[in-house]
């Protein structure tokens, strides 16, 4: 248990639908981020946010909407998605001070696109 | 800028085998080194970290890393491995102006052996 949580577990959606996936964090960080991980590829960051704050998205297409409320949840809106966009989406969070930065993870939710 | 090899995506060894993944970084400022475990449909869960001081890092499940400036690596060992120790592990790089932003590497699973 790391101390962020992160809902649904699993979702299986088709292409025309909307969903969006939650995280949220009880640690009192301040940074949040999506990170896509496909099989056999590396951990892709999607988005940072900082202080609620998006400061960086890294070309990720527009079907993917965050949403950053507060310090503590973080949303991201799925709509019209491919099945290329089938993965597990993890959440971290961390303490944004300009030091080490550890980031702690949830669970993910494995996304499947039909 | 800042980047992260992992030597070998697989390694195999046998119960009760030294454990030794790879892990050499790239960073124009000093770095903060992350190792990280996965298991399955489970998120990334910190092993351990470097940020300054001793050269040699203690982590979780009897797993250690060095950091060798020198030898620009942070490699990350475990004497004797167990089943449990089976997994995906990956190594991270942060500093600096990305401070905000890990850097990871492709990943290396990890079997073992009876």
């Known amino acids: 248990e790391t101390g962020v949580t992160q809902t649904p577990r699993h979702l299986v959606m088709g292409m025309t639908n909307k969903k969006s996936l939650k995280c949220e964090q009880h640690l009192g960080h301040n940074a949040m981020y999506w990170y896509k991980q496909s099989a056999k590829k590396p951990l892709e960051l999607m988005f940072v946010y900082s202080l609620e704050e998006r400061v960086e998205n890294n070309s990720v297409p527009s079907r993917f909407s965050p949403e950053c409320p507060n310090s503590s949840h973080l949303f991201l809106h799925l709509h019209t998605l491919q099945p290329e966009d089938s993965a597990l989406y993890l959440c971290a969070s961390s303490r944004s001070d300009g030091s080490q930065e550890t980031q702690y993870f949830g669970p993910g939710t494995r996304l499947l696109v039909l | 800028a800042q980047s992260v090899t992992q030597l070998g995506s697989h390694v195999s060894v046998s119960e009760g085998a030294l454990v030794l993944l790879r892990c050499n970084y790239s960073s124009s400022v000093p770095p903060y080194l992350f190792w990280y475990v996965q298991y399955p449909n489970q998120g990334l869960q910190l092993l351990l970290k470097?940020?300054?001081?001793?050269?040699l890092v203690k982590g979780i499940n009897g797993f250690e890393a060095e950091f060798k400036k020198s030898e620009t690596s942070f490699h990350l060992t475990k004497p004797s491995a167990h089943m449990s120790d089976a997994a995906e592990y990956f190594c991270a790089v942060s500093g600096g102006t990305n401070a905000g932003k890990s850097t990871f590497g492709d990943g290396t699973t990890l079997t073992v052996k009876p």
């Open positions: 470097y940020t300054t001081g001793a050269t």
